[in-house]
């Protein structure tokens, strides 16, 4: 096939990014520089307002924090269990892939009402807390950042695992044991041969965590609620109950550059660890 | 080199490893002199891997025992038996240049500073890999990648040095050259090594003594010559060399020499292995170079159906058949092989050693 037959191949999908993503993109550019809610007065008193106000500093920090907090726990948990599945016999990894995959089969809708019924003040976690005596007051976990992260945690880990599963998996099997053989305790393997190994998985998944997590809207809203303001709830707000398109533009494009910003550092780092899997 | 540590000795003594309900080590027994190099030979699923991975602390054994220099290391982790091993795709740590590969055993074991580059570079000119300290893996040949894994097995100064199929990756040229490297570093540092391999010519270049092993059963232990002309079981005879296998019963028993009469037609005065009984099934095993061709009948030869003739460097390979079926090779030098057909009898050189096997019935 010649080379322009092969270009030609790709224009349904090049057309189809063009209208339902180049082209949005860049009319909410456009938006942004209006100065009124008609949409009649081309200005920059949107973008001025916006970063004039240190109010919209503490929610781009807010935002991307809980992105950073959500990565966190999802290594924390995620890099020990997928050290337990690659150990388990292949029969169990089956159970346990299922479980793993089981968040991304369920509706965001479902998932986010399955955490209130968890987290709330009568939910499972108090009354067992409560139950055993460990607290004397139902705790707070609604409408908390903490709630939240402890929810988009479980609802991201998918993300964190899948990736990192798949790196890990292909790591040759005698590495662990020419390091121990070599004299290495389980620790000294696990920080100098395996995680090193494991970036570009690990690295992948901060980067589809971190992402998801900064623009879960529906978890952000219902879990955290009205309180807890992040760029998403703010974008709703100035959009559909304001109706102030050109701030809601400013906002958005605010969120795109933010996360784009970390994710493309992160995918730096991932890039420059990638090399060494195949090696 | 400095150090010349002194070979310990390795026993490994009724050693029985179960994967499930199979047994993939049954028994073992294997004791190792120092500064021997000990090949265990057999097929895949032999076991022999397995018996290398418990001997390094990777895999519990059900039953059993190793010990080094005559104590149990049984109870240690792998990380502290102090077992230098090198892997049949040498796993080498991919993101650590050729130094730190080396290093790393030294690291773990708390050694620092110039200490540590010191050994490093002494390690690496053994294995004349000096100039490629800053190298990552990948960037090395298949056969600099393998010293490196020997170095840094070697770095820690091991008591005891597993290779497991060290040279299978290896083209053929290049497997001499680092199978004779190895022999070399292992005589200079008196190590104590145990090698794993299905090659039989590698355990007959390299080991001193070889384990045969079939089944998780260890068939013959002993030297490659006695393995090669005096085999204990049909397997080992099969597995080694080539051989040809004649059918026949003991005619009759005299003191310590059979007499056997071949299915092929012929009768062979032979020394007998001991439980034979007058008339019994027997097999007889002759390796070709011990088989001749010849023109006269006589009461020790037995007719055969010549086939092709193949010449094989400086020897010429003759394919026949005997009157009972059983397909024959038979090698000669070319010089001293007259190219006639006439030669349709054949028998026993007059240095063949062949063997007796009891046959199954």
Redesign the interface.
């Known amino acids: 096939m010649n080379k322009l037959a092969e270009w030609q191949l790709t224009l349904p999908l090049a057309l189809a990014f063009a209208a339902i993503f180049l082209a949005p993109l860049l009319m909410l550019v456009g938006v942004s520089f209006f100065d009124d809610d008609k949409i009649t007065q081309p200005g920059v008193a949107q973008w001025a307002k916006f970063l004039g106000d240190p109010f919209s500093y503490k929610v781009i920090a807010d935002t991307l924090l809980l992105g950073v907090k959500t990565v966190c726990a999802t290594i924390l948990v995620g890099y020990p269990l997928a050290l337990v599945y690659l150990d388990s016999p292949q029969r169990l990894q089956k159970v346990l892939i299922f479980i793993i995959v089981m968040p991304l089969l369920l509706s965001v809708v479902v998932r986010t009402f399955a955490w209130i019924v968890v987290l709330g003040r009568e939910g499972v976690v108090n009354q067992v807390l409560l139950s055993l005596g460990i607290i004397s007051e139902p705790l707070r976990l609604l409408q908390t950042e903490l709630g939240l992260v402890i929810s988009l945690t479980q609802i991201e880990m998918p993300l964190m695992l899948l990736p990192l599963i798949s790196v890990m998996s292909r790591l ?1 099997p ?2 662990r ?9 389980r620790w ?1 393997t696990l920080f ?2 395996i995680v ?2 494991s970036m570009p998985g690990l690295v992948a998944g901060c980067l589809l965590v971190f992402a998801s997590a900064t623009t879960a809207f529906i978890s952000q809203t219902v879990i955290g609620g009205v309180r807890l303001i992040y760029l998403p709830l703010l974008i709703w707000q100035q959009s559909l109950v304001v109706f102030n398109w050109p701030f809601a533009a400013v906002v958005s494009i605010t969120l795109l550059v933010s996360v784009l910003t970390v994710v493309s550092a992160l995918s730096y780092l991932g890039r420059r ?1 990638g090399g ?2 195949h ?1 | 080199m400095q150090s010349t540590p002194t070979g310990r000795t390795l026993d490994v003594e009724d050693l029985t490893v179960r994967y499930g309900q199979a047994l993939a080590v049954d028994g073992v027994t294997l004791a190792i002199e120092p500064g021997e190099v000990v090949a265990l030979l057999g097929p895949s699923g032999c076991g022999k891997t397995t018996l290398l991975r418990v001997i390094a602390g990777f895999v519990r054994q059900a039953a059993g025992r190793v010990r080094v220099d005559g104590a149990p290391i049984d109870h240690l982790p792998a990380n502290q038996r102090n077992i230098g091993i090198v892997f049949q795709n040498y796993a080498l740590f991919p993101h650590m240049t050729v130094a730190e590969n080396v290093a790393y055993g030294l690291r773990a074991r708390g050694v620092r500073g110039p200490e540590v580059l010191a050994r490093v570079s002494r390690f690496l000119d053994t294995v004349q890999l000096g100039g490629f300290r800053e190298r990552l893996p990948r960037q090395l040949s298949g056969g600099q990648q393998q010293r490196v894994a020997l170095a840094r097995a070697l770095a820690v100064e091991p008591s005891i040095l597993l290779l497991d199929e060290p040279f299978a990756a290896l083209d053929r040229n290049l497997r001499l050259d680092m199978q004779i490297e190895v022999k070399r570093l292992q005589r200079a540092l008196g190590l104590t090594t145990i090698l794993v391999t299905h090659d039989q010519d590698e355990a007959m270049s390299v080991a001193d003594r070889i384990a045969v092993m079939n089944k998780g059963r260890v068939e013959q232990f002993d030297t490659p010559v006695a393995i090669y002309d005096q085999p204990q079981t049909l397997f080992v005879n099969g597995f080694i060399g080539t051989t040809n296998l004649l059918n026949g019963k003991v005619a009759a028993l005299d003191g310590g020499t059979a007499t056997v009469a071949l299915d092929a037609g012929a009768m062979l005065r032979l020394p007998s292995p001991a439980g034979l009984s007058s008339g019994a099934p027997v097999m007889l095993s002759v390796r070709p170079e011990q088989l001749a061709l010849s023109q006269v009948p006589g009461p020790e030869s037995w007719r055969i159906e010549r086939g092709l003739s193949l010449p094989l460097g400086a020897q010429l390979v003759h394919e026949a058949r005997t009157a009972d079926g059983a397909s024959l090779k038979i090698v000669e030098p070319r010089r001293a092989s007259p190219a006639d057909a006439a030669r349709i009898y054949c028998t026993l050189a007059a240095d063949a050693r062949p063997t007796l096997f009891p046959r199954p019935t």
């Not at chain 1, 044991?177 to 004299?183: I, M």
């Open positions: 040759d005698n590495l044991d020419a390091s121990a053989a070599l004299g290495a305790s000294r100098t041969v090193p190994l660890s060494y899997v090696g």
